[in-house]
């Protein structure tokens, strides 16, 4: 017997993908650790994906994201054209994002 508030059992034996949105801006000195921080955290746990976007930044970050996205396979990068805010950028995320 099921109720309505529980939690479907996944019909498959794959692993749960899980995708992480990260907006970054004026993130250079941080996004490196939390990104590697996350990968250690749940290797092995879930099939992960970390969707690193750049909202237009002006310090280095999208030279550190991008370093990052060809270093980690988990990662990708999307490099917004100019500042479009915080909530823009977590869509534009999302739209990337096939977990």
Not at 10 to 20: D, F, K, V, W, Y
């Amino acid at each position: 017997m099921t109720s309505q508030n529980s939690i479907p059992r996944r019909s498959t034996n794959r692993p749960l993908r899980l995708s992480i949105v990260i907006p970054v801006y004026r993130g250079e000195t941080t996004i490196a650790r939390l990104t590697r921080l996350l990968v250690a955290e749940f290797a092995g746990a879930c099939d992960l994906e970390i969707v690193l976007v750049n909202d237009g930044s002006p310090d280095d970050s999208a030279a550190i994201c991008r370093a990052l996205a060809s270093e980690i396979p988990q990662v990708r990068f999307v490099n917004l054209s100019r500042n479009f805010g915080e909530h823009n950028a977590v869509m534009a995320g999302l739209n990337c994002a096939t977990g």
